[in-house]
């Protein structure tokens, strides 16, 4: 695949609840592999940073090598092989992931795993460590908390692929006896990273992680208004 590249999006919720509710937005995101640099004039970066500090591991090391940590934690080395990175930039000094998601490929090209970072609302975060079939599907328990409106437990089905000219990431969160809770999906086209085609999409679409976080924070109201029962302390759990 080729990087980097930008892609116009749409993110969609729908709870499967008694009560239900969907929504679906129009944003942008960027793919850019780890060992690249930055795509974008210094000029133009103030809109459009990735920094070690918004991903898992130290932020005094790079992504790079932070995802590598966290892969040899798993038994797992790429020896050098390519990670690209499915993200928000950093605007303005803020960003927000609800999730980034790392294609790692050994130095043949050959997929080696997916890493699926998510974020909360509370600062915190979670990485899990996918290995999808050919299909790009994968399953993975739930460890971490999304949402006061969701249960603790449970697992994930996620659909993860490869990006090309277009983009499909699809996250199910199922409880323990298989049936749905929430469906997430973030579906989009490729764009080319220029200049004239970010300013493009930022004229359009500004300031999207602090949109991101905006909206998260009103469907959370929007929900409580509605009777929707919070799990207590869930940001205390892990």
Partial sequence: MRTPALYETTVGH??????????????????????????????????ARFDARDHIGSPRRSIRDNIDDRLAAEGIDLRGGRIVMLAHARVLGYVFNPISVFWCYHPDGQPACVLAEVHNTYG?????????????????????PVSPFLPNSG??????DEPGTTLRVRVQLRDDAGTPLLTAALTGTRRPATRREFLRLLLRQPLV??????????????LKLRGAPSSRNQENHA
């Fill in 14 to 47: 729908a709870r499967h609840d008694r009560i239900g509710g969907a929504f679906r937005h129009r944003l942008h995101t960027w793919l850019v592999d780890l060992d690249e640099p930055h795509p974008l004039p210094r000029w133009l970066r103030p809109f």
């Fill in 124 to 144: 915190g975060r979670h990485c899990y460590v996918l290995r999808p079939d050919r299909a790009g599907r994968a399953r993975a328990d739930k460890r971490f």
């Fill in 155 to 160: 697992h994930y089905a996620m659909t993860l």
């Fill in 209 to 222: 992680p602090q949109r991101v976080a905006a909206l998260i924070r009103k469907h959370g109201i929007g």
